[in-house]
């Protein structure tokens, strides 16, 4: 058994690292030290888990967790959110008051843990815990600007959230009930066993359960909190929701319904209504938004549609689509923020207005702007469109044409909103003549972002390398 | 002299032009200007050395780009992009001369200029379906910017339109790519145009008809051309020059290089649509020319018209139609490209674009007024003209398998002496408004902008064998690629 241990601490220490950080960030009171633990915390936890075998030899944690490659790719682009979004929190003095900065950052590294614990989980109470951590931190991270607004979205987030996660909870218990199983790899045995008046139940349990992740990945209809709980708090916060859990649980969702069996691919064709569903309510509701916080919210759930393509499919080729775009979602949403952010320093305002004339106030801020906004808006050769490219083809080889052709006039329509606040930037005469200039912090997050969306876009055979290894191990 | 070099000219002048601080205003033009020249030079020596009497791809260049997808960069010419390589070069240098009448953001406008030009330039080279939809939709955005910072009128509205517009029909292109990719396993142009007529016939008209949507809209085919004149009157004079020289000619292209030859089945079935559309598009461009009271504008609906000649032409698929629609490609590049200059020469002096309100001017600007008449009278179909040879070309070709809609397209070349003349008429002709007695007449910078396209025009028009014996080769091979 000293195997087992000693096998689990090993493929461990990232997520304990960075435990261990968050909780000394806590105690601290001075800023300096915030931020240098902060900083220690995350390179260590990168160091470990570039260290960290791949498989363990063993089922660490007795099969609570997995460590694979697949939860691998999660766990990287959990720290790669988290680092970015404590660069961006850094800069960011205006939101968080200075004496709460510790307990800030601490749950910024908590909700990192909790991340990499949803995207390893392999085991419905693990499932249940990592959620649950992410989703309380978050509440309480919500809640964190000076502002009435920001506690009334922390009350509705917490009440909806709280809602889900009782359905998930029940969903779980049902099933459990069913097959006695709890550990994702006998839940699958079990699930095959599993016929006649037990079906429908099984299959309601399974609904059940998704609606909980649905609600973590914004998923139409468990998408409302989305834009008031992004408006309220401060923005990287908000930049940290739209990517770090629509990213985990997309891979809890993959592995749940891995998990669930036949079960799982009878709920798919749900699945794959509520995809295009989602997408096109993302999408058009986003085109009526003045608040840039709302008009990414919504921009968010159109995104978290088409990833949902990649997941649908269920096939290699999906996943890899899923994983490419998942990489460049992270750099270009985040940079997006990252920019929104620069901007509220500078305005003091959240409105799209603000962005008015940016290009004659800000060259380069405008021109790392406008090329996040036309890479999400799938524009080659930028990061975005090759991950567009290949979840368009990962839906078209499933003869799903019609997802597809949704999936492109989505695009289109997509494209307006994203066109707007270029055109606002570009094309508007600005408002004051200062120059726009962004703390350090925010320039490291812009060029890193800006960086990847453009290389990887010009040059994107590592990552499409690197995403089909790891596709081609979990199934 | 390669298309990997052709490619880099503009692409190292944009790097050079972004580095610049953006104060060196002088700096910053003579880059861009030697950057297409540069351009200009080596499409030159391309053409030195292309064989013409051989219809394969030449000077093709291959290397892996996306492996693991099977994505290359690839790229060659033949007989059908040649032409309009070189023409691309032209006209990209000298709208970059006529680009000095550009007065704030020169840094910006150059790179984005120059961007253009490798977006341009990739769209007729690639030859890997993947590389081919990148630099189709780069050609968009530096566009979009062009009209929107740099245009007139409405500007955003339009860059907006023309942005929307053309992306919405290429994203339906992208997906029959992937499905091609899907199906056949590659993006390679060439493979596919051997190996895209095994298709079944049902997907091969889906395909067809989702590449048609893409070029359509570009080209543009009425009914999708209503972003066109929007685009082409508040765009800044050198990106009216470029949209209607190099933007309109990549739909033309691409129904030559991929929907006609990659789905001959579903091309031949749909030649009445084609034919019938070209002859809409001929004659109802021809009669809202008539109608405009806007000089660009009657310069942007007569666009319509004659592009309509390339549809006729192409869905002939006789000889003579079909190297009458390249002809008119090329000569239509030059004669719109000329007839946008012309009018943003008077733009720029008047800050008017209303026909009634010039007159006389013949008499003020004898030289504009030379320029004029003769591209006037090229863009109607003179004789002795490049645009005669090519409209007379593409009809000969339809008159066969299209006979009633050949007819009726005559239509569009007796409006065209109507609205060209009117031009004449209300521009140069009649009492000189007094509000131009001081009209300065053409700068030497500025005649030196026309006078290559005035050279190109008359010298296609007497001797077509130039342009014909060029392209001759490769046109016979896409016909045994199609009719077969």
Same mark, same amino acid.
């Given at each position: 058994m000293g195997g087992v241990l000693q096998d689990s601490v090993n493929a461990w220490w990232p997520e304990a690292i960075l435990s261990a950080g968050a909780l000394l960030v806590i105690l601290t009171t001075g800023r300096r030290a915030a931020l240098t633990i902060t900083w220690v915390a995350l390179m260590a936890a990168a160091a470990a888990l570039w260290r960290s075998p791949v498989p363990p030899p063993t089922d660490v944690f007795y099969g609570f967790i997995t460590c694979d490659r697949f939860s691998a790719a999660f766990r990287w682009i959990a720290l790669g959110t988290t680092a970015l979004v404590a660069l961006m929190a850094c800069a960011s003095r205006r939101e968080v008051e200075q004496s709460r900065r510790g307990e800030y950052l601490g749950l910024l590294l908590f909700i990192a843990v909790g991340l990499m614990l949803m995207a390893e989980a392999n085991h419905l109470l693990m499932a249940y815990l990592s959620m649950e951590m992410v989703s309380l931190s978050s509440y309480l991270l919500v809640g964190f600007a000076d502002q009435r607004r920001s506690a009334e979205a922390a009350l509705k987030y917490l009440l909806f959230g709280a809602l889900c996660s009782a359905l998930m909870l029940f969903g779980m218990s049902l099933l459990f009930g069913l097959t006695g199983a709890l550990?994702?790899?006998?839940?699958?045995?079990?699930?095959? =066993?599993?016929?006649?008046?037990?079906?429908?139940?099984?299959?309601?349990?399974?609904?059940?359960?998704?609606?909980?992740?649905?609600?973590?990945?914004?998923?139409?209809?468990?998408?409302?909190?989305?834009?008031?709980?992004?408006?309220?708090?401060?923005?990287?916060?908000?930049?940290?929701?739209?990517? =770090?859990?629509?990213?985990?649980?997309?891979?809890?969702?993959?592995?749940?319904?891995?998990?669930?069996?036949?079960?799982?691919?009878? #709920?798919?064709?749900?699945?794959?209504?509520?995809?295009?569903?989602?997408?096109?309510?993302?999408? #058009?509701?986003?085109?009526?938004?003045?608040?840039?916080?709302?008009?990414?919210?919504?921009?968010?759930?159109?995104?978290?549609?088409?990833?949902?393509?990649?997941?649908?499919?269920?096939?290699?080729?999906?996943?890899?689509?899923?994983?490419?775009?998942?990489?460049?979602?992270?750099?270009?949403?985040?940079?997006?923020?990252?920019?929104?952010?620069?901007?509220?320093?500078?305005?003091?305002?959240?409105?799209?207005?603000?962005?008015?004339?940016?290009?004659?106030?800000?060259?380069? @801020?405008?021109?790392?702007?406008?090329?996040?906004?036309?890479?999400?808006?799938?524009?080659?050769?930028?990061?975005?469109?090759?991950?567009?490219? @290949?979840?368009?083809?990962?839906?078209?080889?499933?003869?799903?044409?019609?997802?597809?052709?949704?999936?492109?006039?989505?695009?289109?329509?997509?494209?307006?909103?994203?066109?707007?606040?270029?055109?606002?930037?570009?094309?508007?005469a600005p408002l004051q003549a200062t120059a726009v200039r962004p703390a350090m912090g925010l320039r490291v997050a812009l060029a890193v972002c800006a960086g990847a969306t453009l290389v990887l876009g010009l040059w994107p055979a590592g990552v499409v390398e690197w995403t089909s290894r790891i596709s081609g191990t979990l199934l | 002299m390669t298309l990997t070099g052709l490619l880099a000219c503009p692409l190292l002048g944009m790097l050079i032009v972004l580095l610049l601080p953006k104060t060196a205003v002088r700096l910053i033009r003579l880059t861009a200007l030697a950057?297409?020249?540069?351009?200009?030079?080596?499409?030159?020596?391309?053409?030195?050395?292309?064989?013409?009497?051989?219809?394969?791809?030449?000077?093709?260049?291959?290397?892996?780009?996306?492996?693991?997808?099977?994505?290359?960069?690839?790229?060659?010419?033949?007989?059908?992009?040649?032409?309009?390589?070189?023409?691309?070069?032209?006209?990209?240098?000298?709208?970059?001369?006529?680009s000095w009448v550009i007065k704030d953001r020169q840094k910006e406008y150059f790179a984005l200029y120059l961007l253009l030009e490798v977006g341009m330039l990739g769209t007729f080279v690639a030859l890997d379906l993947f590389l081919f939809y990148v630099f189709w939709e780069v050609v968009l955005v530096p566009m979009y910017f062009l009209i929107g910072i740099w245009g007139g009128g409405r500007r955003e509205y339009s860059a907006f339109k023309f942005f929307v517009y053309t992306l919405t029909g290429s994203l339906f292109m992208l997906l029959a790519i992937l499905t091609l990719w899907l199906k056949l396993g590659t993006f390679d142009v060439l493979a596919i145009t051997r190996t895209g007529r095994t298709l079944e016939v049902p997907l091969q008209q889906w395909l067809f008809a989702a590449f048609f949507l893409g070029f359509a809209v570009k080209v543009p085919v009425v009914p999708f051309h209503t972003w066109l004149p929007d685009a082409h009157v508040d765009a800044p004079t050198p990106g009216s020059v470029l949209l209607a020289g190099i933007l309109l000619k990549m739909g033309g292209y691409g129904f030559l290089r991929m929907a006609y030859p990659f789905f001959p089945e579903a091309a031949r079935m749909a030649g009445w649509v084609i034919a019938l559309l070209g002859v809409i598009s001929i004659v109802y461009g021809a009669f809202v020319a008539l109608a405009q009271t806007d000089f660009k504008k009657l310069v942007a609906y007569s666009s319509v018209s004659h592009m309509g000649f390339v549809l006729l032409g192409l869905a002939s698929l006789t000889k003579e139609g079909v190297n009458g629609a390249l002809f008119q490609m090329i000569s239509h590049g030059l004669i719109s490209g000329a007839m946008f200059l012309l009018v943003g020469v008077l733009y720029e002096r008047t800050h008017t674009r209303q026909l009634e309100d010039f007159g006389g001017l013949g008499a003020r600007v004898p030289v504009y007024a030379g320029f004029l008449i003769f591209f006037s009278l090229a863009s109607l179909g003179l004789p002795g003209l490049s645009g005669f040879v090519a409209e007379f070309l593409a009809l000969l070709g339809a008159f066969g398998p299209w006979r009633w809609q050949t007819i009726v397209s005559t239509l569009g070349i007796v409006l065209a002496a109507a609205y060209m003349l009117k031009v004449i008429r209300q521009v140069l002709l009649g009492p000189l408004n007094a509000k131009w007695q001081t009209l300065a007449e053409m700068t030497w910078w500025e005649r030196c902008t026309l006078i290559p396209l005035m050279a190109g025009v008359l010298g296609l028009g007497v001797y077509p064998l130039a342009l014909l014996s060029l392209q001759d080769a490769a046109v016979q091979q896409f016909l045994s690629q199609v009719i077969r």
């Open positions: 550990s994702f790899g006998e839940l699958r045995q079990a699930s095959y =066993g599993i016929a006649g008046a037990a079906l429908p139940a099984a299959l309601v349990a399974g609904a059940l359960m998704l609606a909980g992740l649905a609600f973590k990945i914004s998923m139409v209809p468990f998408h409302q909190w989305t834009p008031d709980a992004y408006e309220g708090a401060p923005i990287p916060v908000t930049a940290l929701l739209s990517v =770090g859990p629509k990213a985990a649980g997309l891979a809890l969702l993959i592995r749940v319904l891995e998990a669930l069996g036949p079960l799982g691919e009878r #709920l798919l064709p749900l699945l794959l209504v509520l995809t295009v569903v989602t997408m096109t309510f993302g999408n #058009l509701v986003a085109l009526v938004q003045t608040n840039v916080k709302r008009l990414l919210a919504y921009s968010t759930i159109g995104q978290v549609g088409y990833l949902l393509i990649g997941l649908v499919a269920a096939t290699a080729k999906g996943r890899e689509a899923l994983l490419v775009y998942l990489a460049a979602y992270l750099f270009m949403n985040l940079g997006v923020f990252a920019c929104a952010l620069a901007v509220f320093h500078d305005t003091g305002s959240e409105s799209l207005e603000a962005f008015r004339g940016l290009a004659q106030r800000a060259p380069g @801020l405008s021109a790392v702007c406008a090329i996040f906004l036309l890479s999400l808006a799938g524009v080659p050769p930028l990061f975005g469109f090759v991950g567009k490219f @290949l979840l368009f083809s990962s839906a078209l080889q499933e003869g799903w044409g019609w997802v597809a052709v949704a999936a492109a006039l989505n695009s289109a329509v997509a494209l307006y909103y994203y066109a707007n606040l270029i055109r606002l930037m570009y094309f508007a | 950057a297409t020249a540069a351009a200009f030079a080596v499409s030159m020596g391309l053409l030195l050395q292309f064989d013409a009497a051989s219809p394969q791809m030449q000077l093709m260049q291959r290397a892996a780009w996306i492996p693991q997808l099977n994505i290359f960069y690839s790229v060659g010419i033949d007989g059908i992009s040649l032409p309009l390589v070189w023409l691309t070069t032209l006209l990209s240098f000298l709208a970059c001369m006529g």
